[in-house]
């Protein structure tokens, strides 16, 4: 079974803080790590590929430092991984961020499943697991939270609701995201890991010519969307705790409540 990860280096935090004058993420002192969700879904590729044999190809589209997840996601068990890393690609929205991925994956061609995380922690919009699948024609079902079984055709899995689950035939090729409730992933093989690290690791690099792309389809010139303004939202409202014996308190709230115009029945 040929496997593909989508998998995004992200800042290790999921409380995010924004310099106030510019809007920017403040990415000083934060170490960067693999997209929690993009963990599971390595787990699950290279337990599948234990089972089923086949390989196990990692992508990422990112910076030059991307080349860390990837070596640790061969340190897990993955057998390559490709960085598509171009100043072009800089600046993508989620759309452009699809794009570019969909044509990596089309360049690798064939293909039995593609896996993603639910969502990455930084930009947590989930776009880009069904964007890809959209652009690739295949069918996606997303929120996995348990690979029941595969044959050759089909794959069966169990999919999370807001108030229950959903089991889904889904025929191959398809695209799943999943979510942590999938599995426990392993870490990675230290003997493996270092040989991920060294000069013929198993990793490519593609910029924007070598997947066929112009600078038009693709980074911030290619995207739809432009982020206009971020910000933290301002607390406006202020909390006050009333000191003193129940009594005390109650009556002191109905007089703050009398204040503001609220009657007590
Ligand atoms: C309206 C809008 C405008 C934006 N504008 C900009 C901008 O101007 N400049 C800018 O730098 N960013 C911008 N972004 C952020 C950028 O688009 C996203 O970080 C990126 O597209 C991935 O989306 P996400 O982080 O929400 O991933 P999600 O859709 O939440 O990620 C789901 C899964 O997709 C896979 N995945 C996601 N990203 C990658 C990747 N890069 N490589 C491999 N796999 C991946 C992973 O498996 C991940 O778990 C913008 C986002 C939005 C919504």
């Known amino acids: 079974m040929d496997i593909i990860v989508l998998v995004k280096q992200v800042p290790d935090t999921t409380d995010v803080k924004l310099d106030p004058k510019t809007g920017n993420i403040i990415r000083e002192g934060l170490d960067s790590i693999i997209n929690p969700d993009d963990l599971h879904a390595l787990e699950a590729a290279i337990s599948l590929k234990e089972t089923w044999g086949g390989k196990v190809t990692v992508i990422s589209m990112g910076p030059l430092q991307a080349i860390d997840a ?29 794009f570019t991925l969909g044509k990596a994956i089309k360049k690798l061609g064939k293909y039995d499943l593609i896996l993603c995380g639910r969502q990455a922690i930084d930009g947590d919009t989930a776009q880009i697991g069904p964007q890809v699948a959209d652009y690739l024609q295949i069918p996606q079902t997303t929120y996995v939270c348990e690979i029941e079984k595969v044959n050759k055709k089909s794959i069966f899995v169990k999919r999370q609701l807001e108030n229950g689950y959903e089991r889904i035939q889904c025929v191959l090729p398809a695209l799943l995201t ?88």
């Open 70 to 98: 990837l070596s640790e996601a061969i340190g897990m068990g993955a057998d390559k991984g490709i960085l598509l890393s171009d100043k072009a690609f800089a600046g993508a929205d989620t759309w452009a961020t699809s």
């Open 178 to 265: 999943v979510i942590g409730e999938l599995n426990m992933p392993r870490y990675p093989d230290v003997g493996r890991l270092i040989s991920a690290c060294q000069e013929k690791a198993p990793i490519k690099f593609w910029n924007a010519a070598d997947i066929g792309v112009k600078t038009r389809q693709i980074g911030a010139e290619g995207s739809l969307t432009h982020v206009i303004k971020t910000f933290a939202p301002k607390f406006k409202r202020e909390g006050e705790i009333l000191e003193g014996d129940t009594k005390d308190a109650v009556r002191n709230l109905i007089g703050k409540l009398a204040e503001v115009g609220m009657r007590s029945e």
